[in-house]
């Protein structure tokens, strides 16, 4: 089992930078899967970025690559997304998210933290 917790959302203007963060508790946090997913009102939730247990591969969606990174520091169980060059289209509640299948895709993931409002102005 484990238990996470973002922070980090806030609202920017279109060009800024945020970095989210998601401290985990409970199982070790080396034995999952870990994701950021965002969902924007009246949209399906889309995974945003992944990553494998080791931290050896990671996803990225094509609308953000080259702008988002995905990381984890196993040692303070906490994972980051670090958004650069944010758009207003980037605006949504943000989840992270663990799991022990894939690591790309959605419906693997087990454990879901609250979500994170990020709201990006023109």
Same mark, same amino acid.
């Given at each position: 089992?484990v238990?996470?917790? +973002?922070? &980090?959302?806030?609202?920017?203007?279109?060009?800024g930078?945020?970095?989210?963060?998601?401290? /985990?508790?409970?199982? %070790?946090?080396?034995?999952?899967?870990?994701?950021?997913?965002?969902? /924007?009102?009246?949209?399906?939730? +889309?995974?945003?970025?992944?990553?494998?247990?080791? &931290?050896?591969?990671?996803?990225?969606?094509?609308?953000?690559?080259?702008?988002?990174?995905? !990381?984890?520091?196993?040692?303070?169980? %906490?994972?980051?997304?670090?958004?650069? !060059?944010?758009?207003?289209?980037? %605006? /949504?509640?943000?989840?992270? /998210?663990?799991? !022990?299948?894939?690591?790309? %895709?959605?419906?693997?993931?087990?454990?879901?933290?609250? &979500?994170t409002?990020?709201?990006?102005? !023109?």
């Amino acid at each position: 089992q484990v238990q996470l917790v +973002e922070s &980090g959302g806030g609202l920017v203007q279109a060009g800024g930078s945020l970095r989210l963060s998601c401290a /985990a508790s409970g199982r %070790t946090f080396s034995s999952y899967a870990m994701g950021w997913f965002r969902q /924007a009102p009246g949209k399906e939730r +889309e995974i945003v970025a992944g990553m494998s247990r080791s &931290g050896s591969r990671t996803y990225y969606a094509d609308s953000v690559k080259g702008r988002f990174t995905i !990381s984890r520091d196993n040692a303070k169980n %906490t994972m980051y997304l670090q958004m650069n !060059s944010l758009k207003p289209e980037d %605006t /949504a509640v943000y989840y992270c /998210a663990a799991g !022990s299948g894939s690591y790309y %895709t959605l419906n693997e993931y087990d454990y879901w933290g609250q &979500g994170t409002q990020v709201t990006v102005s !023109s």
